[in-house]
């Protein structure tokens, strides 16, 4: 039993679980042969469990691959950082699927323009249109816990974001945005 349980937990962790119900693979489900979008400079796991007619191979991957063309196993996958697409085959039947490869999605930037405090505090900044902002504060640089504020409004106009919320207790206070 305990094997069955090993075998089921590494057959979860896996990205990517592999079977060919037929002439064709079918991936977490999908199938046949359906398109991967991977982002560069991540490992990815395939649990491959196919017929030994037909191993699963990555093409094109070289030394980023480890235990590649295989029909059962697990295969390992360090997609590399520059902009290549890959395929996988059944290394004896050829039919198979591509890989497509993607940058990893860049963080948005926001930049504070102006701050003004009264009775309450408005920010206004720059950034891409259509992000959540979430104003956060904390009185000590050395705390590394951030409190939110209370947002009243958040609207995009001309460019501009102009974030209204209520004023942060403390006298010294340290003030950020986090964008989503």
Known sequence: MGCFLCAALASRA??????????FYSINGQSPNPTLTLVRGQTYTFAVNSSAVHPFQI???????????????????SVPTNEVNYSYICSI???????????????????????????NLVLTSIGTN????????????????????????????NGTNDTVCGLPAGTNVFIRLRAQ
């Open 59 to 77: 093409k094109g991957a070289g030394t980023n691959v480890s235990n590649n063309n295989t029909s059962s196993g697990t295969i390992k996958f």
């Open 130 to 157: 259509n992000l959540t902002l979430f104003p956060e504060f904390k009185t000590n640089l050395s705390d590394s816990a951030w409190a939110s504020l209370t947002v009243e409004t958040n609207q995009f106009a």
């Open 93 to 119: 039947h050829l039919f198979g699927g591509k890989i497509l490869t993607v940058p990893p999605s860049q963080p948005p930037t926001i930049r504070i323009l102006k701050l003004s405090v009264s009775t």
């Open 14 to 23: 896996a990205d990517f679980n592999v079977i060919s119900p037929g002439s």
